[in-house]
């Protein structure tokens, strides 16, 4: 197995990749749907540290997946083979989220998360022994590296129950230590334009699965409490907030930015908060639904935080990330954190607290567009006089 060209013209996402990525969608449907659960039922501050946790392992299987897919995949038939027994470990995981939420049984995930972390091991063997030197060394610390880190989590089956936060914090600190230890010496030959690819399509299937949930809350309310009337104001600026969520995030192209390992692991680190900030709208437009019928036993003011405060977080995450970047001036650079902190505000505006977070969201585009409209025309003119 040997490393392919950073420099591969033509990088696209595979077939394979996209089926495992819509299975990892699963998982983060089961950890949305606990989380809608837990804060329905007023147990937010539990829900969402579980969220957090379960959320981690499925983004952090997918990322080490992806970069390493980036650098070696070879499409040869053990590699098919392998994605596909990591594919079975993602859904094993996917049927131990709710035991995970609901009593703190970790059993099932750690396997889950197990079959997934020992086929990154056997991919990483695989470049070992088809390289020599620093590369070698690279694979070997790599595939050291998630086998004790996957020692560690046994921790979550035999700790106190009190102390499995703080495992889950030690042990998630190696994980994320294990690359910039492993790559010290030799970078592996990720592609920029498909990694850029990679993380923009699993955006737009969380973004998709977002849609999705909300869309099926909206249904089972009219369906039993016909309460349509009442639950447009919450479908319209779901909506809203999608569809800006999207076009935020795809407005600039990133993988001109990510030119070193440093700036890749920054922004492929950070985009846990992304992904989710992101899942988390679903879920936080679910208990909205729920709330507004009476089926959630919370004030309107928890249910509006549930979903104007990840939707915040969504937005200064991708604007720490992406588009800060690329933003001219002072006016363009507060565009999005001055959209989050409207976004916020708007948690106190009662039963209309969705619907206006989605027009904000939708201002905000609009905003964007306008500045960077004018700059162009701005630059435009200046380079007709200088050819006057």
Sequence with gaps: MTARGRDEAHRVASPLELL?????????????????HAVAEGHAGEGILDYAMIFFAIWWAWMNFSWFASAYDNDDVLYRVVTLVQIAGVLVLAAGVSQAFGSHDFLVVWLGYAIMRFAMIAQWLRVARSSEGAERTMALRYAGGVLLCQVGWLGLLIAPEP???WVFLVVAIAELCVPVFA????????????ISERYGLFTIIVLGETIAAATVAVKSAVDEHDALGELLPIAAGGLLIVFSAWWIYFVVPIHGHLRSSGQAFLWGYGHYLIFASAAAIGAGLEVAVEQTVGKAHISTLSASAAV???TALYFLSVWALHSRYFKIGIAQQLVLPTTAL??????FLGDWAVLASGIVSALAVAVGVVLTTRMVGREAAGNAAGGV
């Design 20 to 36: 495992f990525d819509l299975c990892f969608v699963v998982a983060i449907a089961q950890a949305g749907a606990q989380l809608v």
């Design 163 to 165: 102390g499995r936060p």
């Design 183 to 194: 790559e010290k010496a030799f970078t592996t030959s990720w592609h920029p334009h498909h």
């Design 308 to 310: 104007t405060l990840p």
């Design 342 to 347: 409207l976004v916020i505000l708007c948690t």
